[in-house]
């Protein structure tokens, strides 16, 4: 009976993750060839699919993963021709399986995959929704093995560190999970716990991954996929150290104040190690909760400000792009104030980086276009406008235009408007269809802080006055680093 | 002269001590009796009444190791836990104590824990094996299994398990970090085999 229920759980499951994905419009606007190809996969076993296994609920949206995947590559290769394609789809079989028994942590494998999301192939919001469902899936390991972690970081076990310690975890984090517990001095607190020997896996899939991608070594900017990919190998790699991820908290706690009614948890040092994270707990919801409360448009537009200036101010001060924009980074608080956490996914812009980035924002404004149009040759690896064909330079420029359109916007700007949402998504579309995806990999991480923001701002339906709080956050730059060398040491 | 019992049980703990060092120091294969009965100030005649040979002293380092792991895990143990989850306990708690002797343990672990057919079966090795299988069939017995498991599927926790140490004496990786999910593969895999549940009846394979 039971079996019955969860066969059926998971075919409901199917249809909702098959329904978010986004389908090739031109060849399978239906999405049957979808649906055949992450039914193939699903139900073709793998010896470690046979096993139930810590993973067991993540199993399945690693599945559709992986059927997406091979989906995506397939509509990749929809125009070569009839012998190249065959031999791809040889290679892609191979892969797939290779795919099913990469790393045995499904953790991995699931960040692999939501990080693929940043390749601008893969629509980002169809897919937004694909991933907020991964995120709060069952918690993969048991408390005897997170016990295990605690005495090799601590020497002790939870319940001695903590006054109290939910056996439970609440939550799926970067590459680990979040138990809630209570410090001696009475404090709430999120603890999150790596799951162990994460990085190698992480390594090890990878390396499976770009197995994986080799049919593409043919079709597309090879070398263009393989720096990104060491570039989404970097990134989490880096969210496995902890400690790092501390520090950035600590940094982004100091960036707001009480009237800003942005939060970001208190770090607990005593309490953290390279492995274990434990932070302040935030009473609060997420945004399908927040949704569900059918919130009024003044609470919606407040949420949208907050999350813009958030944004702005972590761009602005810290040079930061949170690039992990996913849902359940935010908490919805009762009292109005918006929560921000888990910073493990967070790229500090060179001071390079940082100039170029503002170069192509100012151009903008300024209507620069010469100026624009040498930023856009430089993001996508042309030494000069004129190396671009005509048409790429195009398309990639009026992307840049949608994404500065509120810049530009006078008073509120609409974030809940379809058409302007759909322009967006249909430029990445297009340029994805005619290949113009060569880019810096640093763009990797400005799209996903840009769509990911959009999309999230989009399904909240809320306006903000975006063109004011730009001003008033990047202002507050200019000022700020000039008083900066009295300040500092 | 007698002596005293507890004087007996001095030098035995003594002799441990030092072989311990000098395994950790100059390796299993190179340390010989001779160089432990000279640390422990000892005859090489006198430690021969306590430890007949390298293999027994180095596995009696072992059993007590596997018995202070068996009462880590009774202290530790809840009676929260599912099945899974307490075998887990017991082998890490186990794993644990075993930490120390870890740079020397492959060798002495291959020789009197091995499961193929050898002429001398080193009784130590076959305690500990016993003494382990025993916490085992306890802690499935909690967890409502009227029967023992039979003999095969103790066999295969046994080959399970060898093959958990033989990968966690040899990973390098911080605090054996990677050895965990492999522990926790090989138990669901056990578990799954003595439930009955789950079983894919062989189509895993059939295309």
């Known amino acids: 009976m039971q079996v019955e229920e969860a066969n059926t759980t998971e075919s409901l499951q199917m249809e909702i993750l098959l329904d978010a994905l986004p389908k090739e419009s031109a060849t399978d606007p239906t999405g049957l060839r979808l649906a055949s190809l992450i039914t193939n996969v699903s139900n073709k076993k793998v010896p470690v699919n046979s096993f139930s296994r810590i993973w067991t609920l993540g199993s399945l949206h690693a599945r559709v993963t992986a059927g997406y995947l091979a989906y995506w590559l397939r509509s990749r290769l929809s125009d070569a021709d009839k012998r190249q394609q065959l031999k791809s789809e040889a290679h892609l079989a191979a892969a797939l399986k290779l795919f099913g028994t990469m790393g045995y942590m499904r953790g991995a494998v699931m960040k692999v995959g939501q990080m693929l999301a940043n390749l601008p192939e893969v629509m980002p919001e169809e897919f937004a929704e694909v991933l907020s469902a991964l995120h709060f899936e069952a918690p993969p390991m048991h408390f005897a093995m997170v016990r295990e972690v605690f005495l090799d970081e601590f020497g002790r076990e939870p319940e001695e560190v903590f006054a109290s310690f939910d056996r439970q975890a609440f939550a799926a984090a970067s590459l680990g999970q979040v138990h809630r517990a209570w410090l001696h001095s009475g404090e709430e607190v999120a603890v999150k716990i790596q799951y162990p020997g994460i990085a190698r896996t992480i390594k090890a899939d990878l390396r499976n991954l770009r197995l994986l991608l080799q049919p593409l070594c043919l079709t597309i900017d090879w070398q263009d996929t393989l720096a990104k990919l060491a570039d989404i190998e970097r990134m989490l790699l880096m969210e496995t150290d902890y400690a790092q991820e501390a520090i950035f908290g600590k940094l982004a706690r100091s960036a707001f104040t009480a009237a800003d009614r942005v939060v970001v948890p208190q770090i607990y040092d005593e309490y953290s190690t390279g492995r274990v994270l434990t ?94 149009n040498r930023a856009i040759a430089r993001a996508c690896r042309f030494d000069d406008p004129d190396d671009m064909e005509p048409d790429r330079l195009e398309v990639i420029r009026s992307g840049f235009y949608w994404f500065m359109e509120p810049w530009q916007q006078e008073g509120v700007f609409d974030f809940g408007d379809r058409d302007f949402f759909l322009r967006g998504i249909d430029n990445v579309i297009e340029a994805t269809r005619k290949g113009y995806t060569r880019s810096l990999p640093m763009t990797l991480w400005s799209n996903r802080f840009t769509f990911g923001g959009r999309a999230f701002c989009y399904k909240l339906k809320g306006c903000c006055e975006f063109r004011k709080i730009f001003l008033q956050e990047s202002t507050w730059t200019s000022t700020e680093a000039d008083e900066k060398p009295l300040n500092s040491p | 002269m007698r002596i005293s019992e507890q004087a007996k049980q001095e030098t035995r703990v003594r002799i441990l001590e030092k072989a311990a060092e000098l395994f950790i120091g100059k390796g299993f294969e190179d340390s010989t009796t001779r160089d432990i009965a000279l640390a422990a100030g000892l005859a090489a005649g006198t430690m021969f009444n306590y430890f007949p040979s390298k293999e027994t002293l180095a596995m009696n380092m072992v059993g007590d190791a596997f018995r202070q792991g068996r009462e880590d895990f009774k202290r530790r143990r809840s009676g929260k836990e599912g099945l899974t989850e307490e075998l887990y306990l017991f082998v890490a708690s186990g794993l644990r104590r075993l930490r120390p002797l870890r740079p020397f343990l492959g060798p002495v672990l291959e020789r009197s824990l091995s499961p193929f057919p050898r002429k001398n079966i080193c009784p130590e090795g076959e305690t500990a094996r016993l003494e382990h299988l025993a916490a085992v069939q306890e802690i499935i017995g909690r967890h409502g299994f009227a029967e023992t498991p039979d003999y095969v599927a103790m066999t295969m926790y046994w080959s399970l398990y060898l093959g958990i140490l033989a990968c966690w004496s040899n990973d390098e990786s911080p605090n054996q970090e990677s050895s965990h999910a492999l522990i926790d593969y090989s138990i669901r895999m056990f578990v799954q085999v003595i439930s009955g549940v789950g079983s894919d009846k062989g189509e895993a394979h059939a295309s």
Request: net charge negative; glycine share 8%.
């Open chain 1, 279 to 372: 932070t302040e707990y935030l009473h609060g919801c997420h945004i399908n909760d927040f949704l569900a409360t059918d919130p009024g448009q003044g609470e919606r537009d407040h949420f949208t400000h907050l999350l813009t200036v958030a944004t702005y101010r972590l761009y602005y001060r810290l040079h930061w792009l949170p690039a992990d924009p996913h849902p359940g980074n935010f908490i919805f608080m009762a009292d109005g104030r918006l929560g921000l956490i888990d910073f493990g996914c967070t790229l500090t812009l060179s001071d390079e980086e940082w100039i170029f980035s503002n170069v192509a924002i100012q151009a903008a404004l300024d209507r620069d276009l010469p100026g624009l």
